[in-house]
């Protein structure tokens, strides 16, 4: 064979300048035809070309640098054209850089054309392009002559098989496969025709094979693609390790340390395909190569030494999160940290570099990733929860494709439901729903796992919100889910995954159909729920091989499928879970230790752990159960929520083997986790009716405990009390703390720093009623924002105030607080009738004493509370309702719970009546009884109790007391020691226009909403009747139509004394704080009047917290509610935080309130109402000392005679009881009631 031809030198001349070219073409000219060389006009064509080339390349973004490129082509086209088809060297030589040319002017027309008419020229000119280079190449690579001492065949081949994956695979994006397998053809041919002596060349060729091969395996997802990638790859690292010379080849990362990278990655990806085997040694030989290629990068290479740092640390954090428990390494997460962190820095210091903000936004969304699989595997740092939600915001918003935009979603995703597991704090939940929904619609076709998370998300959102449609959509996406694992890309780990996904969310459909929703949905459709449950939960369990390190997450929701199945189906024969229940313990431990770690294989330890007590649970193994409770409850490793909710079940179970002092231990470690937990003190209202939902008895269990454990009544009642209202003290403890420090002289009379509440009240003030529900929550303060950003840096945590006011109910204060009369609080349980079911009496007397009520059963009180809670009073339901009210509640209350402690007080003389039990006029009153509305009994109307309403009858409460209600004895303490010392204001006497010297009512009219949803009601009527009554007494100022602002400013900065609410109500059973008065616009909620309590400053002047400011607050005496359901505790899961629209007017600081505990018949209520204040006025009239019929006198501001509110209230509903006909109209008479001190 003839030696190969050479090349003759080109001369060195000096190149001209791209934006030169227009000016200086005649140069130009004459530096290409002035070569001495006698070749051919061939070789003339393709130096010209070359140096076209070269001026191209010096600045390729020069105006006229594509005219040069251009010329180029016709260039090297000329060259071609003159050189023989006989000539086998020059001609593949000249064809081969034609392919070249022709590949630059593709690669340099913008991707995105301007205009349409751009874009279909453009496409088709693109699309000539690539096939002409195609060709082209394909001609050149068919010319070259093989040469054992040559490596053109192989570089010519090599440059077709490129070509194939660039201009045909990746240029189009129906992802042609034909170009794959072309590819790979070329790029074998390269490598076999690749001289033995190219080391290099050889290397570079087997990494183009490699990566056309992995191409086609992430198409079609082919092993033996892969694997014979890898193999590739080897060779080329075994060929090129020990030269130490990087050479020139164009592979990925193109040196020995690139070799080395890609192969780390492409083992990662092999054990992705075989992750079933349980094979763990391709993710070591991943890390072991990924660190190599790392180290094997010279720093100075900044690009490329970022990019091998972060494929190392995504290596160890594949082989970290692959293994079982204990042979994970901590030092793999750490490492995994610090790489991932040195990544990003050497990333940010890529100053020039063109892709250096895309390349950030994908470095910070890896360590991000990484930051949130050490605190999800460890839960030991939240820290590391916070930085990665950084560093995922900051990813979002950085330049990058598609798929790293979702990986960011899908990172936040996952964190705010994190966040929303460990606060309980819904708004990360909706950001949590909100990113990842964000995530599915940003993919055409979206992963499985952004499927599966966005699932998982709206499952939670139904566990918080309980809306239907959260649950329908997860079902929904949870089946998209499982379809789209089903591809070959997926393995049988993938597809567990999503099945466990479907059996969580089958359960909840279940558990929502037995307890009814409305629907329609009978005991049927729950059994067939459940059987769907398990069937997932059993396939789930089935895909997952006892090597995955998530087998542990899918027995835990096959033992909770089996358990809720063997406990809502037990005639059905299900299989045991002796087994499971083994498997479990061996993997999380079962020694009666004190659990210490927080988290294991990524999920929440407690939460694994409680799972493994209800499972024992259903094997009727009650002592272990108990016990795996009582460790998870006593972990402080576990989340809040999960111990507390573990406690009470400890409890329970201990109570019910009669071992009252063990779960007395229980329930009160509960009840003082939910006090002092500071993730629970930070949530707005609806979040803490969420979480108290689910912790429903505490308050009733802990004083039934505490008396078989033999402590004293007070104690058992302190506890009881410290277990209700929880919110409530909650929400006022912040502007307690305000008045606390004002007074002691901390606060100066400032806020501190100027935000926090007031900013509130003001957000509060301005927000429109169009918002949606969302936004509305938003609203809702978190309570120790109030205290920490308000409150002097002298002021103690929020547990530390409420601590401090409860231990005010000493015997000596609680005999104080009776001293106006008996005050009663009912516990009721299913533990038997010796200290289940009682009531506390406290009196001034004697202090506290325990009554127990043999007759009074727990289910009684829960079946007639079904009933009360359905009590309507419509014209529909008149009859039923008045029914179930006169021959069952009424009497039943009578005899098993009013009429006994009535009994008790009469015997110990308690409610005797003196000389100083008398009104103005010398007339005998009735003792008073104050009954705590907290619990299931304080939700009935104790006040209409009887069997006899007839004048001179003995056998109700409505003859032998006058009763008043308060929402927890601690509330009666706060009123009257805390609001009812604020001094009046000072007025003038002699002032003519002082508003304060006449007794003010605010009447506030709201006749019908806006939206015409709601009737519209005869205010005119009420208003007329109310002047008649007040005679001159009270001076009355209608208020119609006002807004919220309005309202509120008004409540606190009046010097009315009666404010009277003539407008609609609404109560939510499900979330109480959303009971609301429906202004014209807007809603008046429950929650938002308890957050404004006493030194809010809701006034015209926010900012300041003075002793003046605090008695603008408190001003009025009496808030009179003529709206319906406005004092009905009507949730059955919160009846121990006894909110309404009665009790937030209390703790708002009203000492008086009146209202219905459900709709009320018009005739009715007006008669009531016009009762009650003719003799209110007339009580008035009485204590004006010195006054006249006008009222005038020297008592002022929120006064109002003693015990007038109540007695007022009595005295009306007595004169319906004259009435034989009203008497028997139960629904109307008995549903008025007093709240207040």
Same mark, same amino acid.
């Given at each position: 064979m003839a030696a190969p031809r050479t090349l003759p030198p080109v001369p060195q001349r000096t190149l001209v300048s791209p934006s030169d070219f227009d000016s200086n073409r005649e140069a130009l000219r004459l530096l290409l035809t002035g070569s001495t060389d006698p070749d051919s006009k061939a070789s003339q064509h393709s130096r010209r070309a070359s140096v076209l080339r070269?001026?191209?390349?010096?600045?390729?973004?020069?105006?006229?640098?594509?005219?040069?490129?251009?010329?180029?082509?016709?260039?090297?086209?000329?060259?071609?054209?003159?050189t023989s088809p006989r000539d086998r060297f020059y001609r593949p030589a000249r064809l081969s850089d034609l392919s070249r040319?022709?590949?630059?002017?593709?690669?340099?027309?913008?991707?995105?054309?301007?205009?349409?008419?751009?874009q279909e020229a453009q496409g088709g000119t693109r699309a000539a392009l690539a096939a002409e280079a195609i060709s082209i190449a394909r001609e050149a690579a068919e010319l070259t002559p093989a040469d054992p001492n040559s490596g053109s065949r192989a570089a010519r081949y090599s440059q077709l098989a490129r070509l194939h994956m660039q201009l045909r695979f990746k240029a189009t994006t129906t992802k042609d496969l034909a170009a794959?397998?072309?590819?790979?053809?070329?790029?074998?041919?390269?490598?076999?025709?690749?001289?033995?002596?190219?080391?290099?060349?050889?290397?570079?060729?087997?990494?183009?094979?490699?990566?056309?091969?992995?191409?086609?395996?992430?198409?079609?997802?082919?092993?033996?693609?892969?694997?014979?990638?890898?193999?590739?790859?080897?060779?080329?690292?075994?060929?090129?390790?020990?030269?130490?010379?990087?050479?020139?080849?164009?592979? %990925?990362?193109?040196?020995?340390?690139?070799?080395?990278?890609?192969?780390?990655?492409?083992?990662?990806?092999?054990?992705?395909?075989?992750?079933?085997?349980?094979?763990?040694?391709?993710? /070591?030989?991943?890390?072991?190569?990924?660190?190599?290629?790392?180290?094997?990068?010279?720093?100075?290479?900044? /690009?490329?030494k970022a990019a091998r740092l972060r494929n190392a640390s995504m290596m160890l954090l594949r082989r970290y999160e692959a293994q079982r428990a204990p042979l994970r390494k901590r030092v793999d997460l750490d490492e995994a940290v610090r790489l991932a962190q040195d990544s990003l820095n050497r990333t940010v210091s890529l100053s020039d570099h063109q892709d250096r903000d895309k390349k950030l936004g994908s470095r910070r969304a890896h360590l991000a990733r990484v930051q949130l699989a050490r605190y999800e595997y460890l839960r030991d740092d939240e820290a590391d929860l916070e930085r990665a939600v950084e560093n995922a915001r900051r990813a979002l918003t950085a330049p990058g494709t598609k798929w790293h935009r979702c990986a960011a979603l899908t990172i936040l995703g996952t964190a705010h439901q994190l966040l929303f597991r460990s606060r309980l704090d819904s708004k990360y939940l909706e950001l949590a729903i909100d990113f990842a929904q964000d995530a599915v619609e940003e993919m055409p076709k979206p992963a499985a796992g952004m499927l599966s998370n966005f699932a998982n998300a709206l499952l939670l959102g139904f566990r918080r919100f309980r809306e239907s449609p959260y649950l329908d959509d997860a079902l929904l996406y949870a089946?998209?889910?499982?379809?789209?694992?089903?591809? !070959?890309?997926?393995?049988?780990?993938?597809?567990?995954?999503?099945?466990?996904?479907?059996?969580?969310?089958?359960?909840?459909?279940?558990?929502?159909?037995?307890?009814?929703?409305?629907?329609?949905?009978?005991? +049927?459709? !729950?059994?067939?729920?459940?059987?769907?449950?398990?069937?997932?939960?059993?396939?789930?369990?089935?895909?997952?091989?006892?090597?995955?390190?998530?087998?542990?997450?899918? $027995? !835990?929701?096959?033992?909770?499928?089996?358990?809720?199945?063997?406990?809502?189906?037990?005639?059905?024969?299900v299989p045991s879970l002796d087994r499971t229940i083994q498997e479990v313990e061996e993997m999380v431990g079962s020694g009666a230790g004190v659990i210490t770690g927080g988290a294991i294989e990524g999920h929440d330890l407690g939460a694994l752990r409680s799972n493994l007590g209800r499972m024992l649970e259903a094997q009727g193994q009650l002592s272990r159960a108990r016990d795996v409770y009582e460790q998870v409850g006593m972990s402080a490793a576990s989340l809040p929520m999960t111990r507390i909710l573990a406690l009470r079940k400890a409890g329970i179970l201990y109570a019910n083997e009669a071992k009252w002092s063990d779960a007395l231990t229980m329930f009160r470690e509960a009840i003082s986790l939910l006090s002092r937990g500071q993730a629970l003190q930070s949530l707005r209202l609806d979040d803490h009716e969420d979480t108290l939902s689910h912790l429903s008895g505490l308050a009733s269990l802990s004083p039934v405990a505490a008396l078989y454990a033999g402590e004293s009544p007070r104690e058992a009642l302190v506890w009881a009390e410290r277990g209700r209202g929880i919110i409530a003290k909650l929400a006022v403890n912040a502007p307690l703390q305000l008045i606390q420090d004002h007074r002691s002289g901390n606060g100066k009379g400032q806020n501190p720093t100027g935000s926090s509440i007031f900013g509130y009240v003001k957000q509060l003030f301005t927000a429109t009623s169009k918002a949606t529900w969302r936004s509305w929550r938003g609203l809702m303060p978190p309570l120790p924002a109030l205290q920490e950003h308000e409150a002097p840096?002298?002021?103690?945590?929020?547990?530390?105030?409420?601590?401090?006011?409860?231990?005010?109910?000493?015997?000596?204060?609680?005999?104080?607080?009776?001293?106006?009369? %008996?005050?009663?609080?009912?516990?009721?349980?299913?533990?038997?009738?010796?200290?289940? +079911?009682?009531?506390?009496?406290?009196?001034?007397?004697?202090?506290?004493?325990?009554?127990?009520?043999?007759?009074?059963?727990?289910? /009684?009180?829960?079946?007639?509370?079904?009933?009360?809670?359905?009590?309507?009073?419509?014209?529909?339901?008149?009859?039923?309702? +008045?029914?179930?009210?006169?021959?069952?509640?009424?009497?039943?209350?009578?005899?098993?719970?009013?009429?006994?402690?009535?009994?008790?007080?009469?015997?110990?003389?308690?409610?005797?009546?003196?000389? =100083?039990?008398?009104?103005?006029?010398?007339?005998?009153?009735?003792?008073?009884?104050?009954?705590?509305?907290?619990?299931?009994?304080?939700?009935?109307?104790?006040?209409?109790?009887?069997?006899?309403?007839?004048?001179?009858?003995? /056998?109700?409460?409505?003859?032998?007391?006058?009763?008043?209600?308060?929402? !927890?004895?601690?509330?009666?303490? $706060?009123?009257?020691?805390v609001t009812a010392d604020l001094p009046p204001p000072e007025v003038k006497p002699d002032d003519p226009d002082s508003k304060s010297n006449t007794k003010q009512l605010l009447f506030i009219a709201v006749p019908q909403p806006a939206d015409g949803r709601m009737p519209e009601l005869n205010v005119k009527a009420e208003l007329k009747a109310l002047e008649e009554s007040a005679d001159g007494v009270l001076d009355i100022e209608p208020l119609w139509n006002p807004d919220k602002r309005i309202v509120l400013d008004r409540l606190a900065g009046?010097?009315?004394?009666?404010?009277?609410?003539?407008?609609?109500?609404? =109560?939510?059973?499900?979330?109480?704080?959303?009971?609301? $008065?429906?202004?014209?616009?807007?809603?008046?909620?429950?929650?938002?009047?308890?957050?404004?309590?006493?030194?809010?400053?809701?006034?015209?002047?926010?900012?300041?917290?003075?002793?003046?400011?605090?008695?603008?607050?408190?001003?009025?005496?009496?808030?009179?509610?003529?709206?319906?359901?406005?004092?009905?505790?009507?949730?059955?899961?919160?009846?121990?935080?006894?909110?309404?629209?009665?009790?937030? $007017?209390?703790?708002?600081?009203?000492? +008086?309130?009146?209202? %219905?505990?459900?709709?009320?018949?018009?005739?009715?209520?007006?008669?009531?109402?016009?009762?009650?204040?003719?003799?209110?006025?007339?009580?008035?009239?009485?204590?004006?000392?010195?006054?006249?019929?006008?009222?005038?006198?020297?008592?002022?501001?929120?006064?109002?005679?003693?015990?007038?509110?109540?007695?007022?209230?009595?005295?009306?509903?007595?004169?319906?009881?004259?009435?034989?006909?009203?008497?028997?109209?139960?629904?109307?008479?008995?549903?008025?009631?007093?709240?207040?001190?």
């Open positions: 070269q001026a191209y390349e010096h600045d390729p973004t020069a105006q006229n640098a594509l005219l040069l490129l251009e010329e180029a082509v016709e260039a090297a086209r000329a060259a071609v054209k003159h040319l022709l590949q630059m002017l593709y690669e340099h027309y913008p991707v995105v054309p301007t205009t349409t008419t751009d794959l397998d072309d590819a790979i053809v070329a790029a074998r041919i390269a490598v076999d025709a690749t001289p033995p002596g190219y080391i290099h060349d050889a290397a570079a060729r087997r990494g183009v094979l490699a990566h056309a091969l992995e191409s086609r395996f992430r198409q079609v997802h082919r092993e033996g693609d892969l694997r014979e990638a890898i193999q590739e790859v080897e060779r080329a690292v075994a060929v090129t390790g020990g030269s130490g010379v990087p050479g020139s080849v164009h592979i %990925p990362q193109g040196d020995h340390a690139g070799l080395v990278g890609h192969l780390a990655l492409m083992c990662g990806r092999l054990w992705l395909l075989r992750r079933d085997a349980g094979d763990i040694r391709l993710l /070591d030989d991943a890390v072991r190569y990924g660190s190599l290629a790392e180290s094997l990068t010279p720093d100075s290479d900044l /690009d490329k089946e998209k889910a499982l379809e789209a694992s089903s591809g !070959s890309q997926y393995n049988d780990s993938d597809r567990a995954a999503r099945h466990s996904d479907l059996a969580d969310i089958y359960g909840a459909k279940a558990r929502k159909a037995a307890d009814g929703d409305g629907s329609g949905v009978d005991g +049927n459709k !729950s059994v067939e729920l459940l059987h769907m449950a398990l069937h997932h939960a059993l396939a789930a369990l089935r895909l997952t091989q006892p090597s995955d390190p998530h087998r542990l997450r899918r $027995l !835990s929701i096959y033992g909770s499928a089996v358990a809720v199945f063997r406990q809502e189906v037990p005639e059905a024969g840096p002298s002021a103690p945590p929020v547990g530390g105030l409420l601590s401090d006011v409860e231990t005010k109910l000493t015997d000596a204060e609680l005999r104080k607080l009776a001293e106006p009369g %008996p005050i009663i609080s009912y516990t009721t349980s299913r533990y038997g009738s010796t200290n289940g +079911n009682g009531a506390f009496i406290i009196t001034a007397q004697h202090g506290v004493q325990f009554l127990p009520l043999s007759a009074l059963h727990h289910i /009684d009180v829960e079946r007639r509370t079904r009933i009360l809670h359905s009590i309507r009073n419509s014209a529909r339901f008149r009859r039923r309702d +008045n029914t179930a009210l006169g021959e069952d509640i009424l009497p039943w209350l009578w005899h098993t719970a009013v009429e006994p402690v009535l009994r008790q007080l009469d015997a110990t003389l308690t409610l005797r009546t003196t000389s =100083s039990s008398r009104d103005q006029d010398g007339q005998r009153l009735l003792p008073r009884v104050w009954w705590v509305s907290g619990g299931l009994l304080g939700s009935f109307p104790l006040h209409a109790a009887g069997t006899d309403w007839g004048p001179t009858s003995r /056998d109700c409460a409505m003859r032998r007391v006058v009763s008043s209600y308060v929402p !927890s004895v601690m509330g009666l303490w $706060l009123a009257r020691t009046d010097d009315a004394t009666v404010v009277h609410f003539a407008c609609h109500g609404t =109560s939510e059973q499900e979330q109480p704080s959303k009971s609301a $008065l429906l202004l014209r616009e807007e809603r008046l909620t429950a929650g938002e009047l308890m957050t404004l309590y006493v030194g809010s400053g809701a006034g015209k002047q926010p900012g300041l917290v003075t002793e003046e400011r605090q008695r603008r607050v408190v001003r009025a005496g009496l808030a009179y509610l003529s709206a319906c359901s406005v004092a009905k505790n009507g949730s059955p899961e919160l009846v121990d935080e006894a909110i309404h629209l009665a009790s937030a $007017l209390f703790w708002f600081g009203f000492p +008086n309130v009146v209202g %219905p505990l459900w709709e009320v018949l018009d005739r009715a209520a007006r008669q009531v109402t016009g009762d009650f204040y003719e003799h209110l006025a007339k009580s008035v009239f009485l204590f004006e000392a010195g006054g006249d019929r006008k009222g005038k006198g020297n008592k002022k501001g929120r006064e109002l005679p003693p015990r007038a509110v109540a007695d007022a209230l009595h005295e009306a509903i007595l004169a319906r009881l004259q009435d034989s006909t009203a008497r028997l109209d139960y629904a109307s008479w008995a549903s008025f009631v007093h709240v207040g001190i």
